[in-house]
């Protein structure tokens, strides 16, 4: 099991790569805040995805904290991980950073992409990155060199 951030969720359903999660992980948890995030506009697919498993989260004193650092969901997909100890998937800088102030694994999309692709899930990580430049999504090009 892991828990998401919605960045991730919405990059690998633009890019058909959403099965990676469920072959990898067999459930993957997200907050509220995120399932309301991705809902919006992809209803049905995420709705769809039995093993994507919304979550109400506890609002401790470390979300109080976070939410005024970084959005919502963020905060509340940190605090999440960090309650039920799984690892978050997240590639927001600023908030992966403080998921390590909090002690929480963080994988990021090419952290997935690359762990898919020791598995034989996907064939190609330089393939789906490139799908994932082209539908916007932002990836530092100094991170893809390091990978590929």
């Given at each position: 099991m892991i828990v998401s951030d919605a960045g991730p969720l919405i990059v690998l359903l633009q890019t058909n790569q959403l099965?990676?999660?469920?072959?990898?992980?067999g459930k993957v948890n997200v907050p509220n805040a995120v399932y309301a995030e991705i809902t919006v506009k992809e209803k049905a697919t995420f709705s769809e995805a039995e093993w994507l498993k919304p979550v109400k989260?506890?609002?401790?004193?470390?979300y109080k904290l976070l939410e005024n650092l970084v959005d919502a969901g963020e905060a509340e997909a940190i605090i999440l991980a960090k309650q039920l100890k799984l690892p978050l998937l997240v590639d927001?800088?600023?908030a992966r950073k403080?998921?390590?102030?909090?002690n929480?694994?963080?994988i990021g999309t090419l952290g997935l992409l690359k762990l898919a692709k020791n598995r034989n899930i996907v064939p190609s990580v330089k393939a789906v990155i490139k799908e994932m430049l082209a539908e916007g999504?932002?990836?530092?090009?100094?991170?893809i060199a390091k990978l590929l």
């Open positions: 099965s990676i999660l469920k072959e990898l992980f989260v506890k609002k401790d004193n470390d927001d800088a600023k403080y998921a390590f102030l909090l929480v694994e963080v999504y932002y990836i530092d090009s100094r991170l």
